[in-house]
């Protein structure tokens, strides 16, 4: 494995898929939705309201699992990423994703419901690549 490849072709595809599934999971049962990712490296953020069930959810289990690309490239190549969760509040971040990303779903960066999730990899799986005969592992300890 040429790991500088594979990192390449990961910010490909991050670079061009914003909306994808995330899977948290409380008590044992698992639960699926989608949201908009922004990234900064291979670290992703995502919006969204403090009194969200996502919040409660990682904030009693910390790992998540995002499925991202797919409809937005070429070759139907995906992302299977596995990281843990933070929930963050600092207001640089928020003015960061304010400023620079989609302006959605609040009114304002000010508002008193918005906080983000900040999702560190731990393992990201490059599905369906023409550029890979297999799926292509990277754990992000090895990076």
């Known amino acids: ?24 999971s409380h008590n044992n049962v ?4 989608y ?3 922004y990234h900064d490296e291979a670290v992703l953020y995502t919006k969204t309201d403090e009194d969200s069930p996502k919040v409660e959810e ?6 998540a699992h995002i499925l991202l690309g797919y409809e937005e490239t070429k070759n139907k190549s995906f992302l ?41 990899p731990e393992q990201i799986k490059i599905m369906n690549s023409d550029n890979f005969d297999t799926p292509e592992i990277i754990n992000m300890e090895d990076i």
Not at 4 to 21: P, R, W
Not at 30 to 33: C, E, G, L, T
Not at 104 to 118: A, E, I, Q, R
């Open 1 to 24: 494995m040429n790991k500088a490849k594979v990192i390449k072709e990961i910010q490909k595809i991050l670079d061009i898929s914003k909306v994808g599934v995330l899977s948290t």
């Open 30 to 33: 698992p639960n699926s939705r």
């Open 35 to 37: 949201m908009v990712f």
């Open 58 to 63: 990682v904030e009693s289990n910390p790992q």
């Open 80 to 120: 299977e990423i596995r990281a843990k969760v933070e929930v963050i509040n600092d207001q640089e971040t928020i003015d960061w994703l304010w400023e620079t990303q989609d302006k959605t779903y609040f009114d304002s960066k000010n508002d008193p419901d918005l906080t983000v999730l900040k999702l560190i």
